[in-house]
């Protein structure tokens, strides 16, 4: 099955690569790679910024590498962490497993904005990240693979043994391990972002698709393929389409347009540029009516900046309005405040992962600072 999902890449990969993308100005060299940020963590007061009446607060704190999340019927939030550090392509196919690596239980019982409970559900996975729940199966992508769990709703700890539906090609160090999952409106398929290797030469084409499947791990089919590393992707909620967030390959020089919302499979053909110097990794369409109407049907983005520039103006959470199921305008700063000092590269944190809770609240996954921002309506 793996080689036949390898051959079938390579067609669409080499079809995606000749497509044109008139919404982007063309990446320009390459320039040498600069050390990533520094992250020297959140001063006691200090929070990021969301724009005038909306209200930030820590929703859980103490975390390890919050990456991304998930939001139950119940009210519960699931957060993967990623404590391990950077992974790498050879680590993934030993199946070496960092000890901080898992998916951990928020519970706000008292409904105060405030998750007073912890629990870690399930350990022993390899950088996981996408998470999604179907019924009573529980839906997690490590950086190995995609694998089941038996879930009800209210479980606390998972301790029967997963069933791994089918191997995801190893990535690279850094952000390009994230997978992400996402179903259709009416659950008949189950869709998975690869990621992607790091680097713009002799990368796996496998990391830069978006795979369709069963729920059962069958009829493993290649949906869409991008020429750029792809990270998060999402249904949106009123067109029924399938959108994603990429990054752009290679080290884009300073000023140039390095990430992008589109639709898939159009790419970045269809694009909207989320700005230069930035890495986006989370992607949630606003559902809820708790937000000014502006915001309803919109795309919330998390930014967690980029290596690859002197500047640092991608550690944010953007957003990007949306009317009649297409985008309604460019893509806006919504959270912002992670950078301490960009002439030193220090920032308070780095926003990956973004989910809506039950109440409407935007949740934001600080995989720097180890928090979880909750953004509550005005």
């Not at 139950?72 to 392509?89: F, M, R, W, Y």
């Not at 038996?150 to 606390?156: E, I, N, P, W």
């Not at 191997?167 to 690869?194: C, H, I, Q």
């Not at 884009?252 to 639709?263: F, H, N, T």
Request: charged share 20%; proline share 8%; hydrophobic share 45%.
């Amino acid at each position: 099955m793996q080689d036949a999902i390898r051959a079938a890449v390579l067609m669409c990969a080499g079809a995606a690569a000749q497509a044109a993308t008139p919404d982007l100005p063309p990446t320009p060299a390459p320039v040498p790679a600069i050390e990533p940020a520094r992250v020297v963590g959140w001063p006691e007061g200090t929070l990021p910024k969301a724009p005038p009446g909306f209200r930030v607060s820590a929703f859980a704190r103490g975390l390890a590498g919050p990456r991304s999340l998930a939001v139950l019927p119940n009210g519960d939030v699931l957060v993967a962490e990623t404590a391990g550090g950077p992974v790498q392509a050879v680590e993934v196919a030993a199946g070496r497993r960092s000890g901080g690596d898992r998916v951990t239980l928020l519970r706000d019982a008292d409904r105060d904005g405030v998750a007073e409970q912890q629990f870690t559900l399930i350990e022993g996975l390899v950088r996981p990240s996408g998470i999604l729940l179907r019924r009573d199966r529980l839906y997690v992508a490590g950086a190995d693979a995609l694998w089941s769990f038996s879930f009800l709703v209210g479980q606390t700890r998972v301790n029967v043994a997963p069933r791994k539906l089918f191997d995801l090609p190893p990535g690279g160090d850094g952000d390009s391990f994230t997978s992400s999952l996402a179903t259709d409106p009416d659950e008949k398929r189950l869709y998975v972002a690869a990621g992607s290797a790091s680097g713009a030469d002799g990368q796996d084409p496998s990391r830069a698709t978006v795979l369709s499947a069963r729920w059962d791990g069958t009829d493993v089919g290649v949906f869409a393929s991008l020429t750029d590393r792809l990270t998060g992707i999402a249904f949106e909620p009123l067109g029924g389409k399938l959108w994603t967030v990429a990054r752009r390959r290679g080290l884009a020089g300073d000023g140039a347009v390095s990430g992008y919302l589109a639709e898939a499979p159009a790419g970045a053909a269809a694009g909207v540029a989320l700005g230069a110097q930035v890495a986006p990794v989370g992607l949630a369409f606003y559902r809820s009516l708790a937000f000014p109407t502006r915001y309803h049907g919109g795309a919330f983005i998390g930014l967690c900046g980029s290596a690859d520039s002197a500047q640092l103006p991608g550690h944010a959470v953007a957003f990007v309005p949306f009317e009649s199921g297409r985008p309604a305008g460019p893509a806006e700063p919504f959270l912002t405040g992670f950078i301490k000092d960009a002439e030193t590269r220090e920032v308070y944190g780095r926003p990956a992962g973004v989910a809506v809770a039950r109440d409407g609240a935007l949740l934001v996954a600080d995989d720097g600072g180890n928090i979880i921002w909750r953004v509550a309506p005005p």
